[in-house]
Nanobody, 126 residues
């Protein structure tokens, strides 16, 4: 079983950057598709980005394309989310998630993922 722990959240001004990390325990981390979701107050949890376990193919929510970058280091069991040019509307709790299915399978819904971290707060001030 893989356990996920996010870190790196905080308060940043609009236009700033943050890098979130998701540390995973477990020997099979490299076989999981990894995703990032976010949930703002009063809103549903939404897909942000995902990365395949094999060739690091990625997918992004349209509103973060060109600003956010997901990456993974399987040897260190870590997934990163580099967030640049942050906007107030990026404010949310960000969650790391893992799926046993490949990125070619549906991956844009929270129900597509089996494992979740506890979340880390990102607040972008205007």
């Amino acid at each position: 079983q893989v356990q996920l722990v996010e870190s790196g959240g905080g308060l940043v001004q609009a236009g700033g950057s943050l890098r979130l990390s998701c540390a995973a325990s477990g020997r099979t981390f490299s076989r999981y598709t990894m995703g990032w979701f976010r949930q703002a107050p009063g809103k549903e949890r939404e897909f942000v980005t995902a990365i395949s376990w094999s060739d690091s193919t990625t997918d992004y929510k349209d509103s973060v394309k060109g600003r956010f970058t997901i990456s993974r280091v399987n040897a260190k069991n870590i997934v990163y989310l580099q967030m640049n040019s942050l906007k107030p509307e990026d404010t949310a709790v960000y969650y790391c998630a893992a799926s046993v299915y490949s990125l070619s399978s549906p991956h844009g819904s929270p129900t597509d993922y089996e494992l979740w971290g506890q979340g880390t707060q990102v607040t972008v001030s205007s």
